[in-house]
Nanobody, 124 residues
């Protein structure tokens, strides 16, 4: 099992950038595919981006494609989400998640471990 802790959220103006980090501890980080999700009040938790165990394969939701980039550094047990050109609708709680598989998946239920979340608020 692994423990995940997100950081890097905060308040940013529309058009600005933030970089979220997710630090993992416990079992070997490189054994897990990783995903970033977000959840706004009253809405479902949705997948934004995911990355395979080795980092060679990535996926992005249409809403963030071209603006967000997921990456991982297995030597540092950390996964990142670089968020550029932030929009008001990006305001949400952001979560990282780990899946004990070679490949990531799109559903919340497919992930085994979750961080506590970090809030991102985009202002005009």
């Amino acid at each position: 099992q692994v423990q995940l802790v997100e950081s890097g959220g905060g308040l940013v103006q529309a058009g600005g950038s933030l970089r979220l980090s997710c630090a993992a501890s416990g079992r070997t980080f490189s054994n897990y595919a990783m995903g970033w999700f977000r959840q706004a009040p009253g809405k479902e938790r949705d997948l934004l981006a995911s990355i395979s165990r080795g980092g060679s394969t990535t996926y992005y939701a249409d809403s963030v494609k071209g603006r967000f980039t997921i990456s991982r550094d297995n030597a540092k047990n950390t996964v990142y989400l670089q968020m550029n050109n932030l929009k008001l609708e990006d305001t949400a709680a952001y979560y990282c998640a780990a899946r004990a598989s070679t490949w990531p998946a799109g559903s919340v239920a497919s992930y085994d471990y979750w961080g506590q979340g970090t809030q991102v608020t985009v202002s005009s």
